[in-house]
Antibody, heavy 117, light 108 residues
C-alpha cells in the first residue's frame, strides 16, 4: 500500500527547533518530488517546501533560511528541519508526493506543531 | 502574481450542480489541481491536469480551465461532498507551489 506517515510534531518554544519525519511505503521517495504543506488552525493549506528527485530544493518565502528539507534514501524517509520557530509556524504539517505535473496525489495524516511560550 | 483566489463559501442543493472557481495569473500557464478536505482529515486529490480523476474519485467531479480561471464542477452533489475545496498550481517560476484560500461547500 502506498502511504506516508509523519511524526516528530510537538510543543516547542519560540526560537526552538523541531525535526519532522515522513516515512514512505509502497514507493521510493528519491524517485519523486516530495513536498511539505502546512495548515494553521482554522486556516487554509500553505505550501512550505519541495525536494526534487534530483536533489534541488525550494522554500516558501515565509520559511526560507529557517527550514531545511532533506531525505534519507536508506530509510525512504523525508524530513523537515525547522529552526528559529515562530508562533505563526503553528500548524498541522503534511508531507505529500507530487505527480510529475505537480499535483499532490498522496498525503500523510499530518503531524501537529505548536509553537508557544 | 503567485496568488490563487477562491470564493470563501458556496452552497448547493442536494442533487444539483455546483461550480467552484479559482482565479490566478499562473493558471494561464499551468493547470490547477483540486483537493477535497473534510474536518480532521488530510486533503484528497480529486482533479488534476486537464481533467483527470484519481482512482476512486466519482465521475460527478470534473475540471475545466479558461484563461486565468480554473473550475471544479460537481454534477449531482451528494451530502458526502460537503467539505472544503482547495485549488493548487505553481507560481510563475514553476518552482513554488501555491494554494487558493479554499471554498467551503455546503450541501443543502
Amino acid at each position: 500500500e502506498v502511504q506516508l506517515v509523519e511524526s516528530g510534531g510537538g510543543l516547542v518554544h519560540p526560537g526552538g527547533s523541531l525535526r519532522l519525519s515522513c516515512a514512505a511505503s509502497g514507493f521510493i521517495v528519491s524517485n519523486n518530488y516530495m513536498s511539505w504543506v502546512r495548515q494553521a488552525p482554522g486556516k487554509g493549506l500553505q505550501w512550505v517546501s519541495v525536494l526534487f528527485n534530483g536533489g534541488i530544493t525550494h522554500y516558501a518565502d515565509s520559511v526560507k533560511g529557517r527550514f531545511t528539507i532533506s531525505r534519507d534514501n536508506s530509510k525512504n524517509t523525508l524530513y523537515l528541519q525547522m529552526n528559529s520557530l515562530r508562533v505563526e509556524d503553528t500548524a498541522v504539517y503534511y508531507c505529500a508526493r507530487e505527480l510529475p505535473i505537480g499535483d499532490f496525489d498522496i498525503w500523510g495524516q499530518g503531524t501537529i506543531v505548536t509553537v508557544s511560550s | 502574481s503567485s496568488e490563487l483566489t477562491q470564493d470563501p463559501a458556496v452552497s448547493v442543493a442536494l442533487g444539483q450542480t455546483v461550480r467552484i472557481t479559482c482565479q490566478g495569473d499562473s493558471l494561464r500557464t499551468y493547470y490547477a489541481s483540486w483537493y477535497q478536505q473534510k474536518p480532521g482529515q488530510a486533503p484528497v486529490l480529486v482533479i488534476y491536469g486537464k481533467n483527470n480523476r484519481p482512482s476512486g474519485i466519482p465521475d460527478r467531479f470534473s475540471g475545466s480551465s479558461s484563461g486565468n480561471t480554473a473550475s471544479l464542477t460537481i454534477t449531482g452533489a451528494q451530502a458526502e461532498d460537503e467539505a472544503d475545496y482547495y485549488c493548487n498550481s505553481r507560481d510563475s517560476s514553476a518552482n513554488h507551489r501555491v494554494f487558493g484560500g479554499g471554498t467551503k461547500l455546503t450541501v443543502l
